[in-house]
């Protein structure tokens, strides 16, 4: 549908400029819609693999590559600070953006801390590691963990 | 979808929590994953990879193998 799309790039360009989670609200008034409206349209996005929804149906704990509640992978760019769902949604964030940035994360093995500066055309030389515990044919049996 | 520091620390940290070894990527193999998947997200164009696309974009980046496809049956 049409609005849906309207609603899934209200979620994205909200996150963009706050770092947040809207509310049913915010995306409502961005639409020029009305809450019950935007919360349906959730639940087709949330089927379609677009949004992860929290349990209430209106609370967006995911719109990758941005997360709706904190994390470990921080991500800083133009005074915003943002939270990724993972190691490759935090980069996510700053392709998705299309702005130079810096990802704070750590190493999950030594806990030593990772501030990775990353330019609009990726990050320069590095020696660390992305690892990936869970296949693909299995990332949506539960994609929060995964 | 973790950082890690080196290899030989994913490999203390599977040992240590008894999770398989899996194919390893580089910084510069996940920022092309991350412009593929996410630099139109934005947009009213966006779109991301389809399953039946996805195995020849990881190969394409140097991330062969059954692990990365999405329809693989290899891991149950």
């Given amino acids: 549908m049409e609005s849906d799309l309207q609603v899934k790039l209200a979620v994205y360009r909200h996150f963009a400029e706050t770092g947040q989670a809207p509310a049913p609200e915010d995306i409502a008034e961005r639409v020029g819609s009305d809450e019950r409206s935007v919360v ?18 209106s609370s967006i704990r995911m719109a990758s590559p941005f997360s709706g509640v904190p994390t470990q992978h921080v991500v800083e760019s133009d005074g915003v600070r943002y939270f990724a769902n993972c190691a490759w949604d935090a980069l996510g964030v700053l392709a998705a953006l299309r702005r130079p940035g810096t ?18 055309d990726g990050p320069g030389p590095s020696e660390w590691l992305f690892y990936c515990l869970v296949p693909a044919a299995r990332w949506w049996d539960d994609i929060v963990f995964t | 979808m973790l950082f890690f520091r080196s290899e030989e620390l994913v490999r203390k940290w599977c040992e240590t929590h008894g999770h398989p070894m899996r194919p390893l990527a580089g910084m510069d193999q996940l920022w092309a994953l991350a412009t593929t998947w996410y630099s139109t997200r934005l947009q009213e164009n966006s779109r991301r990879p389809q399953p039946d696309e996805m195995r020849e974009i990881f190969a394409g980046f140097g991330l062969d193998g059954d692990f990365w496809d999405p329809r693989s049956d290899s891991f149950g």
């Fill in chain 1, 40 to 57: 349906d349209a959730y639940g087709r996005l949330s089927a379609l693999r677009m949004l992860v929804l929290e349990e209430d149906g």
């Fill in chain 1, 103 to 120: 990802v704070h994360s750590r190493c999950e093995g030594s806990g030593e801390p990772l501030n990775l500066e990353v330019g609009v």
